[in-house]
């Protein structure tokens, strides 16, 4: 644009401010940054350490109770992206607690939801109708428009990563949101129910999916993944990007537990370095054994149990492991797949 001579360059400023009378704009002037050549994100790497983390929420369970909040959360806010409650540009977390004899009131809403437990046991979820008890390393869904609360019936206090597609329901205007008309709804289903009636490599014959296109199962519980993970890892080598990867499934379809986010849990050999891997969707992960350093594009923290950290779309990542290491993960890769966006590098 150095060249455009003087007249020429006063008359398209004099027509572009013509054509923003008429809320038009020149394409040619936004091409590039509308268009770019590989992903182009304000997510920016990021870890949050759970020790630095944990005073704030603790504090925060004496200033407010969880009824007040209605959910009592911190919300992980990407640096990149501050004010806009959201961990990377498609999906918010936070992490949400709930103290012994404490209930988060019943709501649904369009925006479907994961958790996945960090510390404490013997708090509930319920899922239309359903609970469950939730376990360190349990993952645990909420589907879209169904209604859940939460409790704490325990003697402890439970803490666990929320993760939701609020960005993405929000991209589409399509939000919905109403309050049960109880703070707690009735329990109509013993609690296993889900679990009994599709986790088990069965069906109930002619049964309809109870969530639509949300896995029946929302529970997965981290014993079972974690059985999973050591027995893959006797009869079949590291992959040298995932060591061993696995993604939860709807057992109903085969493909991701949720439409919106695909979650997935993966085992990390002591002293394994992990080849760069890219991949177009911006990834969230929870630490749940182990520890070490990961490398996020040109930046390097040191990871141990309960961290959060955010690696960015198209960033390449690589983990150097000290100890056996579990890693949970959440994406929002079945929409990219869906669309036929998805794409990965390795190396
Ligand atoms: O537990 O329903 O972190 O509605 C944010 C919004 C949790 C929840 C969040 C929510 C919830």
């Given at each position: ?133 939730m376990y360190p390393g349990d993952f645990i869904i909420t589907p879209s428009w169904t209604f859940h609360d939460h409790g704490n019936p325990g003697s402890e206090p439970v803490v666990w990563m929320d993760g939701l597609d609020i960005r993405i329901v929000e991209l589409f205007a399509a939000q919905f949101h109403e309050v049960y008309p109880e703070e707690v709804q009735p ?161």
């Amino acid at each position: 644009m150095a060249s455009v001579p003087h007249t020429a360059s006063n008359a398209r400023q004099d027509l572009y401010r013509r054509m923003d009378k008429q809320n038009t704009a020149p394409l040619w002037e936004v091409l590039h940054a509308l268009i770019p050549d590989e992903p182009a994100t304000r997510c920016k790497p990021y870890l949050w350490k759970y020790k630095d983390v944990r005073p704030h929420i603790t504090e925060a369970g004496k200033l407010i109770t969880a009824k007040e909040a209605i959910r009592r959360v911190l919300v992980l806010e990407n640096p990149g992206m501050r004010g806009e409650s959201c961990i990377t540009q498609s999906l918010y977390a936070g992490l949400q607690l709930i103290l012994p004899g404490e209930i988060a009131p019943s709501h649904r809403h369009s925006q479907s939801a994961l958790r996945f437990i960090v510390e404490g046991s013997g708090a509930y979820t319920a899922v239309d109708g359903e609970r469950t008890t939730m376990y360190p390393g349990d993952f645990i869904i909420t589907p879209s428009w169904t209604f859940h609360d939460h409790g704490n019936p325990g003697s402890e206090p439970v803490v666990w990563m929320d993760g939701l597609d609020i960005r993405i329901v929000e991209l589409f205007a399509a939000q919905f949101h109403e309050v049960y008309p109880e703070e707690v709804q009735p329990v109509a289903r013993s609690e296993g129910a889900a679990t009994a009636r599709f986790g088990n490599g069965l069906a109930p014959l002619g049964a309809a999916a109870p969530f639509g296109k949300t896995s029946p199962i929302f529970n997965y519980p981290y014993a079972r993944s974690r059985e999973s993970l050591d027995l893959l890892s006797r009869d079949q080598e590291a992959d040298p990007c995932h060591g061993w990867k696995m993604q939860f499934v709807n057992p109903l379809t085969g493909g991701h537990a949720m439409p919106t986010i695909a979650a997935f849990i993966q085992l990390l050999p002591n002293g394994f370095r992990s080849q760069p891997y890219r991949a177009t969707d911006g990834t969230i992960y929870s630490v749940v054994e182990g520890g070490g350093r990961v490398t996020i594009g040109s930046e390097s923290f040191e990871f141990e149990p309960r961290d959060t950290l955010v690696v960015p779309s198209w960033v390449p990542v690589s983990f150097q492991t000290a100890g056996e290491t579990v890693l949970f993960s959440f994406s929002d890769r079945p929409g990219q797949e869906a669309m036929g966006l998805w794409r990965e590098r390795r190396g």
